[in-house]
Each structure stands twice: as structure tokens, then as C-alpha cells.
């Protein structure tokens, strides 16, 4: 059954630290997601990606944050500086529809911000 | 500002019994939802989905209820067994293709 990776499974970085987070989406999905989890609270949407955009972002996705499809198989989620704050799980998503329909999630990277 | 490190709500059943997990959203727009368990250190696990065109969905052993008037959705879990232990979240998509997740909902099932 075709599912969605994330590498690394739990990144520890300084404070202030470039991190980048990897996703391979499901082969055949066009639709790409990233959210974030603090622990204990609840999982929160960052931003959606198709044909190479952003689709929708929310207020938590700022300047720090980018995303890229550098190649046919890699979604990226990139934090350019990262703030103690910014430890979370998050969680890379992929779709093989547009708008509402079910999102196959991954397993999840654990950024950890010292 | 939001509280840190939220209280779920929890329900323990016996095995074999049903369970009811109940969820409120916001937006009266909403017009798709859709149920994950999410287990210990995994990601959110498709369960069932409902659009708002109706107001019941079957799958195996799950059931979806969505009652729009009060924004009120359910899931029914029958004959639940210990690997349906988990965190169960709602997730609205509301207009502009974002889904917002519910706080969760923690079941414990007693063998």
C-alpha cells in the first residue's frame, strides 16, 4: 500500500539553526501538505502546495518558513532560523484530489529546538 | 492566549462494547469532515469522511454522524477492540481548502 515517508524521524538543531524537513509524497498525488503538532495541543494546518505554489497558507507559515518540490519524488519544508518555539511534530500530507478530500498523512519528523 | 499542553477528553470502554466519540466545529461553511486516529507517535490515520450533503456514513465497524443544525459530529465505533486505542480527531475543511482539526479525543479500550 503506497504511503507517505518523512526523513528524519526526530531532528535536534541550536536555536537559530537552518532545518529542513523531507516528505515523499504518495507517486501519484499533486496535492501537498505540511501541518505541525505541539505536543499536547492540536494538529495545525501551515500550508498546501500545487504545481509548484502555495495554495493556501496559514498565519503560522511566515517568512521562516518555505517549501519546495526540488525534484519529482521530494516535498521540503524549510525553517530558516529556528525559534525555540518551533519544536513540534510536523507532519508532511498528500492528496490525489484538490479541496476536500482525505488526506494520507506520514508519519511525522520530531524537531526538537535547543 | 491558547492554554499549553491541552487536556484531552478521554473514554475508556470495555472491549466488545461501542463507543461514541463526539465532536463540535466551528464553522457552519464547513462542508467535508473527515475522522482520523492518530496512535502514539504516528501520524493521523484516515478513518472516515462525510460531506455535508449527508448526514450518515457506514464503513466497517465505524459509523459517521453529522448533524449541521447544532455543528455537531459523531463517530460510532462498534464492537471496539484494544487496537482502537488511540487519539480520534475531527477535521472540518472549511472554504479555502483548509482542514482544522479538532482538539482529540483519547480512547482507552479495557480488555
Known amino acids: 500500500e503506497p504511503e507517505v515517508t518523512q526523513t528524519p524521524s526526530h531532528q535536534v538543531t541550536q536555536m537559530g539553526q537552518e532545518v529542513i524537513l523531507r516528505c515523499v509524497p504518495i507517486?501519484?498525488?499533486?496535492?501537498f501538505y505540511w501541518y505541525r503538532q505541539i505536543l499536547g495541543q492540536k494538529v495545525e494546518f501551515l500550508v498546501s502546495?500545487?504545481?509548484?505554489?502555495?495554495?493556501?497558507k496559514s498565519e503560522i507559515f511566515d517568512d521562516q518558513f518555505s517549501v519546495e518540490r526540488p525534484d519529482g519524488s521530494n516535498f521540503t519544508l524549510k525553517i530558516r532560523s529556528t525559534k525555540l518555539e518551533d519544536s513540534a511534530m510536523y507532519f508532511c500530507?498528500?492528496?490525489?484530489?484538490?479541496?476536500?478530500?482525505?488526506?494520507?498523512f506520514g508519519p511525522g519528523t520530531r524537531l526538537t529546538v535547543l | 492566549g491558547e492554554s499549553v499542553g491541552l487536556h484531552l477528553p478521554t473514554l475508556s470502554v470495555q472491549e466488545g462494547d461501542n463507543s461514541i466519540i463526539n465532536c463540535a466545529y466551528s464553522?457552519?461553511?464547513?462542508?467535508?469532515f473527515i475522522w482520523y486516529k492518530q496512535e502514539s507517535g504516528k501520524g493521523p490515520q484516515f478513518i472516515i469522511d462525510i460531506r455535508s450533503n449527508m448526514d450518515k456514513r457506514q464503513g466497517q465497524r465505524v459509523t459517521v454522524l453529522l448533524n449541521k443544525t447544532v455543528k455537531h459530529l459523531s463517530l460510532q465505533i462498534a464492537a471496539t477492540q484494544p487496537g482502537d486505542s488511540a487519539v480520534y480527531f475531527c477535521a472540518e475543511n472549511k472554504p479555502g481548502n483548509q482542514f482544522y482539526f479538532g482538539t482529540g479525543t483519547s480512547l482507552t479500550v479495557i480488555p
Open positions: 502546495f500545487y504545481n509548484n505554489e502555495i495554495s493556501e
Open positions: 507517486s501519484n498525488h499533486l496535492y
Open positions: 464553522n457552519s461553511a464547513s462542508d467535508y
Open positions: 500530507a498528500s492528496s490525489g484530489a484538490p479541496g476536500p478530500h482525505e488526506q494520507f
